[in-house]
Structures are given as C-alpha cells and as structure tokens.
C-alpha cells in the first residue's frame, strides 16, 4: 500500500526551530492534521524516528510528515463502479462525473456512488487513502469534481472554494433566453417552506451570486455558461429559473420533458485550482455528455 509523505530538510536557517513550527509554518499544515497524524508511528519522523512536535531540528535532519490514513474512517464502502478519471497525482483526483450519479453516499444510496467507486479504485489500485470529497455536484449534474486523497489536501482546497484560486464554470441548456447577453445574478437563497430538497430566492436566505453569459440562443432555448461566485444548494438551477429561463428537463424548478433530457441540463464544464502541495495551477475541461449535446445538434437547432 502506498502512503503519502511531506519531507523538510533542515537548512541551517531552519535548524533549532520546533517541529510544530517547521510543519506549521513551512509545510503549511493545520493543529486539526497534525492531530490526526502524530499518534502514529510513522506520522511525524526525523531521519526516521518518531518524535513529538516539541522537538527542534537539527542542521542535515530530514523532517517527515504522514499525510495519507493508514486506514479509512469515513465508513464509505469500496463498490465496483465505472470511474472517468481525468487527473490524478499522489494529492488530489478529478474525476468526470456521469450525470444520475451522487457524489456522496447518503440515504438509500449507500453503495452506488462516486465515493464508493473511488474507494473501490483505491483498494485495487493499493491506494492508502480514504474519500476526501472537496466540493460536491447534484446527482443530475455531470463534469468535473475535484477529490482530495488525504485531509491536508482537502483543507487547502476547501480553503481555496468561491475565491479565484478555485474557479467553476459550467455549461447550461436553458428554456428561454435570459434578458441580457451577460450578467450577475445576486438573490439570496433559502428553503422552501415544508419541502426537504428545494430552494428558492427569498429575501430572509443566504446570499447568491451567479454569473452568466449567453454564449447561443435558438428558437426556445439558450446555451448559457456560468460561474458560481457562491455555492448554494442548486443555486444555479434556482437563479436561471429566477431569471425566466430554468434548465432543459429541471422537473422541480422548470418543466420535466424525459423525451428531451433526463435530467437538469446543467455540467461542470471547467475546473481550476491551485495545486494543494506544489502550488501548481492546474485547468481541467470536459466535453458536453451526449444529452446535452444533443439538445444543441443542428437538427435540434
């Protein structure tokens, strides 16, 4: 099983300093990782002996830091499962999600998820992670996730979330054309009254922001491109119907049409983010899944 470590080579202007200072302030790591790894026995290692974060470096040590668990704790269960991997390092995993598929495992749907088809990858795979989800799409939404493989990676990616080291833009099949070309949406967002799952712009909810721009319009429908400079539950199937224009096939905010699409036409289309280790920045794309390229074919046009 592999497992992922953080080394630091104690430079002379590094040497005489805590351990807790070289691994908080150089290797960037939070009191809640380190919590997490320094009961084990390979957790925090200098020159490969174990020691507690009080110690101080010395000149020519190597200083090591686990990342990765050496054993899952999330409960989420390893279940064979189609997988589009569109990236993977030793920190993080961007997978291409087919719509109709939940990212997390949750009522009634405990064994069919993307997390359960990570876990199942990493065991064959002799991955020692566990599922460190960062953001997450609905079950109707296809494209681009971003999965972390060890908690310091999915803090420094959450972290990252609605500012623009992590940046969103989907692609949306729309009824109706929206009033201007481009725009932002602003309209807080909040329950809806007595429901479980819907949402509605409400002046009492949380703030929203969605920005837009029309990028075709034809006979009843639109392609529109989004980006989420928030990220409320179904916020930009809410903010389109909002607008006058909600998604193709959104059968709780528009109109069902399952002889059209089968679901909310909406795909996270392209992802960027700022590498959680390297610092890299790093841009992702995912082509249109075939419904939603259908709907934009020139027959349906």
């Not at 351990?19 to 960037?28: A, I, P, S």
């Not at 990212?103 to 065991?123: A, E, I, Q, W």
């Not at 790093?282 to 899944?289: E, K, R, T």
Request: hydrophobic share 40%.
């Amino acid at each position: 099983m592999s497992a992922r470590y953080l080394t630091l080579n104690i430079t002379p202007e590094l040497a005489g300093l805590e351990v807790n200072t070289l691994l908080r302030r150089r290797l960037g790591l939070s009191g809640t990782v380190l919590r997490r790894v320094k009961w084990l026995e390979d957790g925090i290692t200098l020159d490969g002996v174990r020691v507690n974060v009080r110690v101080r470096g010395l000149e020519g040590q190597t200083l090591s830091v686990r990342l990765t668990d050496p054993a899952p704790v999330s409960g989420v269960v390893p279940v064979e499962g189609p997988l589009d991997i569109v990236y993977e390092d030793p920190d993080i995993i961007v997978l291409n999600k087919a719509a109709g598929v939940l990212v997390h495992p949750g009522h009634g749907h405990f064994d069919d998820t993307l997390g359960n088809f990570l876990m199942y990858y990493y065991k064959i795979t002799g991955e020692e992670s566990d599922f460190h989800p960062v953001h997450r799409l609905d079950k109707g939404t296809s494209g681009l996730v971003v999965v972390a493989k060890h908690p310091h990676a999915q803090e420094k990616l959450k972290n990252q979330l609605h500012t623009g080291d992590f940046r969103r833009v989907y692609l949306a099949v729309c009824d109706g054309t929206p009033p201007a070309p481009a725009g932002l949406i602003d309209a807080p967002i909040g329950p809806v009254e007595g429901s479980l799952t819907a949402r509605e712009v409400r002046p009492d909810g949380r703030s929203a922001r969605t920005r837009y721009r029309v990028l075709r319009s034809w006979g009843p429908r639109s392609l529109v491109e989004l980006e989420l400079e928030t990220g409320r539950t179904h916020q930009i199937r809410i903010h389109m119907a909002y607008i006058g224009c909600p998604l193709a096939g959104d059968f709780l905010y528009g109109r069902s049409n399952p002889a059209l699409i089968a679901r909310p036409a909406l795909h996270s289309a392209r992802l960027k983010l700022t590498h959680p280790i390297t610092r890299e920045r790093l841009s992702f794309a995912a082509p249109l899944p075939a419904d939603m390229a259908a709907l934009i074919s020139e027959e349906n046009i």
